[in-house]
C-alpha cells in the first residue's frame, strides 16, 4: 500500500506553524486537489475552518491539537504520522444546510459542521414560531434564540445551552433553546435527523434575530429552514485509541 500523500492546514499559533514546517520537511506536501488526506493543525475552530474551506473536495481530515479545546482533533506526535494515517479509524458526519430569508427578501444558504444558532439582535427578546416537518409544533418561543445542534456539534454551543449530548451514529438533532423566558419549562426536543426545522420570526422589526451557520451569520432574518445536507459527507480521521464516539460518551458521564 503506498503511503498517503497529505496537505498541511495550520492556525497561526506558533506550536501549530512549528509543527507545520517539521512536518513538510519531514513528509513534504502536495496541492490539497492531489491530496489523499488534509492534515489540520490547530484547535476545534481550525478544524471546522478546514472542514468548510475543502467540503467539496471530500478529503479525510486528520486533525492534531495545537490549540486550546481539540475535541475533534489528535494529539500531537513529531514521529509516525504516515503510519497513524495508515491505521486511522474514519468517523462521517454531515452537514446542516441552512436557508435564511431576510428583512430585504434575498435568500441566504450556508451549511453547518456544528449547529446553526437563531440570536437576538438587540436588548428585547427574540419570539419565534417553530415548526418541524410542515407541524407547528410550538407558536411562541421567547427567548434569547434557539439552535440546531449536529451530533459533533452537541458538545459545543449546545452543550453550553443546556442541550443533549447526541451519539454521532444515533441518528439524531439537538433543537435546544438559548435562556428561554416562555415556556419556561420547554427544555427543547431530540429530534430524528430527516426533519425539516423551520424557524418563523415573529415581531421582527421590534425584536430583530440573526442566524448563525458556524462562522455564517445573516442578519435580519424573517424565515429560517434547516435540513440536514444528505449530499455532503464529511470524513474525520482519529487515531484508534482517541475515538471520537467514544470521547462524546464520556462527555455525559463527566462530573
Known amino acids: 500500500m ?9 492556525s497561526t499559533a506558533e506550536p501549530a506553524v512549528r509543527t507545520a514546517q517539521a512536518l513538510r520537511q519531514q513528509y513534504g506536501e502536495v496541492p490539497p486537489e492531489e491530496a489523499d488526506v488534509i492534515v489540520a ?9 478546514t472542514l468548510h474551506r475543502y467540503m467539496n473536495l471530500g478529503k479525510p481530515v486528520f486533525g492534531m491539537n495545537c490549540g486550546s479545546v481539540g475535541f475533534l482533533m489528535n494529539s500531537v506526535q513529531g514521529n509516525g504520522l504516515l503510519e497513524r494515517l495508515t491505521r486511522a ?6 452537514p446542516l444546510h441552512m436557508q435564511a430569508r431576510t428583512a ?8 453547518a459542521i456544528n449547529e446553526v444558532s437563531l440570536l437576538r439582535e438587540t436588548r428585547q427578546t427574540a419570539k ?12 411562541e418561543l421567547t427567548a434569547d434564540g434557539v439552535l440546531v445542534a449536529t451530533p459533533a456539534g452537541s458538545t459545543s454551543y449546545n452543550l ?12 439524531i438533532l439537538a433543537l435546544t433553546p438559548i435562556a428561554a423566558f416562555r415556556p419556561r419549562r420547554w427544555r427543547g426536543a431530540v429530534l430524528h435527523n430527516s426533519v425539516h426545522v423551520e424557524f418563523e420570526i415573529l415581531q421582527p422589526t421590534k425584536r430583530p434575530v440573526s442566524a448563525v451557520a458556524d462562522f455564517t451569520e445573516v442578519r435580519d432574518v424573517r424565515y429560517v429552514s434547516i435540513r440536514e445536507d444528505n449530499e455532503r459527507a464529511l470524513t474525520l480521521l482519529f487515531d484508534p485509541e482517541h475515538n471520537l464516539e467514544e470521547r462524546i ?7
Do not use: N, W, Y
Request: glycine share 12%.
Open 2 to 10: 503506498s503511503e498517503p500523500r497529505i496537505h498541511i492546514v495550520a
Open 41 to 49: 493543525l490547530g484547535g476545534d475552530g481550525l478544524m471546522l475552518r
Open 89 to 94: 479509524e474514519p468517523v462521517t458526519i454531515k
Open 104 to 111: 430585504s427578501g434575498s435568500l441566504r444558504e450556508a451549511r
Open 128 to 139: 419565534i414560531r417553530i415548526s418541524v416537518d410542515g407541524v407547528e409544533r410550538l407558536p
Open 160 to 171: 453550553s445551552a443546556d442541550g443533549p449530548i447526541l451519539p454521532l451514529r444515533a441518528g
Open 249 to 255: 460518551v464520556k462527555e455525559q458521564f463527566l462530573p
